[in-house]
Nanobody, 124 residues
Framework: NLVESGGGSVQAGGSLRLSCKASTNGVSTSCMGWFRQAPGKEREGVASIVGDGIKKYGDSVKGRFTISQDSSKNTLYLEMDSLKPEDTATYYC????????????????????WGQGTQVTVSS
């Protein structure tokens, strides 16, 4: 079970930190990912992380977003800085099928557990 929090409304250039609390210790043993979906658009892979700390990012968020995890709290985070209006979307965390993040980490089919999503709105 994954539960996201931390979404909200912010002006362009601002920051938000999303959290994803897992009910098991899968945060440190599985590929964990953040995705987002804007109205009328496909779900987009934002970032992934696996237990040994290897992180991957989508091109649109590189240098602005940071994924991290705290295994002691079974929690995944997404620090979002320099937010833009195009970052507006519902953000989801997901737990992958493997204990590594494959090359297709940004594809939804690589994940078998999903949170309910948290809304992020960035105004110009």
């Amino acid at each position: 079970n994954l539960v996201e929090s931390g979404g909200g409304s912010v002006q362009a250039g601002g920051s938000l930190r999303l959290s994803c609390k897992a009910s098991t210790n899968g945060v440190s043993t599985s590929c964990m990912g953040w995705f987002r979906q804007a109205p009328g658009k496909e779900r987009e892979g934002v970032a992934s992380i696996v237990g040994d700390g290897i992180k991957k990012y989508g091109d649109s968020v590189k240098g602005r977003f940071t994924i991290s995890q705290d295994s002691s709290k079974n929690t995944l985070y997404l620090e979002m800085d320099s937010l833009k209006p195009e970052d507006t979307a519902t953000y989801y965390c997901a737990a992958g099928r493997f204990d590594y993040c494959p090359g297709s980490w940004s594809q939804s089919f690589e994940y078998n557990y999903w949170g309910q999503g948290t809304q992020v709105t960035v105004s110009s």
